[in-house]
């Protein structure tokens, strides 16, 4: 069963560092991974997507994706207390548009 | 960016009664959209994927003649609860992909349902 799967935290961080979200996957034939942030109460709002390896930088967030190694994390500079929420990494089932999310991993900036 | 609303944000209902929701996408035409639930601190289940003209493919476990959904156009998807139950009071939320080709969801802010 392909499986996406991500520490569920809390990861506690303080305000300005650098947050990093972990996500591995199971699936080797996964072409584009996404990253979601969902506020408590409300829906998954798109941060950023990904489809090649390396690194790619969007502000204050940068993924990164090993596809060798079955990982893409999600880093975010500076962070601020609204940065404060459950992040969802989400990855295309092969050769379907539906998403495996993984667990979420809710993130607290300390002020 | 790609908008997709959702209505009713809230509805309480009583045991027995049909809810519908509506998914609209607001700037682009979507020929697939997908409903998804949430109960509190889990993660989003999906329910079915909708797609413009054809009939529902609902995921295993889910009972399509109580979540009857219609994708009647491309830009609006909708989503009845017929016979709500108390346990069916959940986060219902909507995506949609903004083209054909494409995989990146886009969601609705979702609908917060009550049943009493």
């Known amino acids: 069963q392909k499986e996406v799967e991500q520490n569920s935290g809390p990861l506690s961080v303080p305000e300005g560092a650098i947050a990093s979200l972990n996500c591995t996957y199971s699936?080797?034939?996964?072409?584009?991974f996404f990253w979601y942030r969902q506020y408590s109460g409300k829906s998954p709002e798109l941060i950023m997507f990904i489809y090649s390896n390396g690194d790619k930088e969007d502000g204050r967030f940068t993924a990164q994706l090993n596809k060798a190694s079955q990982y893409v994390s999600l880093l975010i500079r500076d962070s601020q207390p609204s940065d404060s929420a459950t992040y969802l990494c989400a990855v295309p089932s092969s050769g379907t548009y539906k998403y495996i999310f993984g667990t979420g991993t809710r993130l607290k900036v300390l002020a | 960016g790609a908008v997709v609303s959702q209505h009713p944000s809230r509805v309480i209902c009583k045991s027995g009664t049909s809810v519908k929701i509506e998914c609209r996408s607001l700037d682009f035409q979507a020929t697939t959209m997908f409903w998804y639930r949430q109960f509190p601190k889990q993660s989003l289940m999906l329910m079915a994927t909708?797609?413009?003209?054809?009939?529902?493919?609902?995921e295993q476990g889910v009972e399509k003649d109580k979540f009857l959904i219609n994708h009647a156009s491309l830009t609006l998807s909708t989503l009845t609860v017929t016979s709500a139950h108390p346990e069916d009071s959940s986060f219902y939320i909507c995506?949609?992909?903004?083209?054909?080709?494409?995989?990146?969801?886009?969601f609705g802010p979702g609908t917060r349902l009550t049943v009493l």
């Open positions: 909708s797609n413009e003209g054809s009939k529902a493919t609902y």
């Open positions: 995506s949609a992909l903004t083209a054909k080709g494409t995989d990146t969801q886009y």
């Open positions: 699936d080797r034939g996964s072409q584009s």
